[in-house]
């Protein structure tokens, strides 16, 4: 079982720019995030959840085409950590943003997918306006 824990969400300006940032504690013989597909996740009001980024065990990643050039997953094996820049905010990228993991290292073509992913974090609001 992994736990998550999203931070970093918030209020910007169209145009401005905020960091989110997914710590994850480890149980079991999976520990760590060399062995994980980790994604972020957002859903709007009123609106279904979509996958926004995601990485794999050796670093792959892979964006819905609406944040391509302006946000970018990264991570940091060593604090168990995956982040999510995000530049050029929009008021279109107002919603409530989820860390997830997925025990499979490879995040493939199916990466934007929710129902592969079996941990999820309890969100973070971003709002643009």
């Known amino acids: 079982h992994v736990q998550l824990v999203e931070s970093g969400g918030g209020s910007a300006q169209a145009g401005g720019s905020l960091r989110l940032s997914c710590r994850a504690s480890f149980g079991g013989i999976f520990g760590s995030y060399t062995q994980y597909c980790m994604g972020w996740f957002r859903q709007g009001a009123g609106l279904q959840r979509e996958g926004v980024a995601a990485i794999s065990s050796v670093g792959a990643t892979y964006y819905v085409d609406s944040v391509k050039g302006r946000f970018t997953i990264s991570k940091d094996n060593a604090k168990n950590t995956v982040f999510l820049q995000m530049n050029s905010l929009k008021p279109e990228d107002t919603a409530m943003y989820y860390c997830?993991?997925?025990?499979?290292?490879?995040?493939?073509?199916?990466?934007?997918?929710?129902?592969?992913?079996?941990?999820w974090g309890q969100g973070t609001q971003v709002t643009v306006s």
């Open positions: 997830a993991a997925d025990r499979t290292s490879f995040c493939g073509g199916t990466w934007y997918a929710s129902w592969r992913y079996g941990d």
